[in-house]
């Protein structure tokens, strides 16, 4: 009892603190939370997720991937039409900056759809956003919007690959879409200078 402020006063019993090697132990012993495993989405059962597969239901679809691994590498998926078999094409390059890499594989799937189609317009996709906005720039803007580009591909007739290509649009890579995902393993596939297998590719690690 504390006279000067009228009432009882308790004092709380020291606690010592475990020694260090033993508060280490005891939470070694404490269970931990397991990462819930997040898994992808499934792939489209067509070349695009259906909200963007609604956007083209006919005519000729492109997609085209790089990778960074050993070399650099393109990979080009082409399906004459939404429901048709996919074709690859590949091309193995020195490795590059990401986005110089993804501008290489856009070019590269002109290149590709344009010789395998003469005359046929066709829809290009690619999951590098800067590759696209600069293709579609010069689609529209011509050379003189960006010289530095004819210049990069100038054993190329870049004007006449642009202007067969109908659109040039933008796809979220390591998503839904199927023709993305086979992009990507062809590309894979060339910059490790494997053979490309489309029964594997999908099932494949990363």
């Not at 269970?31 to 259906?50: D, E, I, M, Q």
């Not at 399906?79 to 986005?99: C, E, I, K, M, T």
């Not at 796809?171 to 062809?186: E, F, I, K, T």
Request: hydrophobic fraction near 50%; charge should be positive; include cysteine.
């Amino acid at each position: 009892y504390s006279p000067r402020y009228g009432a009882f006063t308790f004092l709380a019993p020291e606690i010592s603190s475990p020694p260090a090697h033993r508060l280490a132990r005891m939470l070694r012993r404490m269970p931990r939370r397991r990462k819930k495993k997040t898994l992808p989405p499934p792939l489209s059962s067509g070349p695009l997720a259906r909200k963007l597969a609604a956007r083209f239901p006919a005519g000729a679809l492109v997609f085209c991937d790089a990778s960074r691994l050993a070399h650099g590498g393109l990979g080009v998926v082409l399906y004459a039409a939404p429901d048709s078999a996919p074709q690859f094409a590949s091309r193995q390059v020195a490795l590059a900056g990401s986005n110089a890499l993804e501008l290489q594989a856009a070019v590269f799937a002109l290149e590709v759809a344009v010789a395998r189609w003469p005359g046929q317009p066709f829809a290009l996709f690619a999951d590098n956003l800067a590759a696209v906005q600069r293709l579609a720039n010069a689609k529209t803007g011509g050379r003189s919007s960006d010289p530095a580009l004819w210049t990069l591909f100038a054993p190329l007739d870049l004007a006449a690959l642009l202007a067969q290509a109908g659109s040039i649009n933008w796809v979220q890579g390591h998503a839904r879409s199927r023709g993305n995902a086979l992009a990507d393993a062809v590309a894979r596939s060339a910059a490790l200078g494997e053979a490309f297998s489309a029964a594997t590719a999908l099932s494949a690690p990363g």
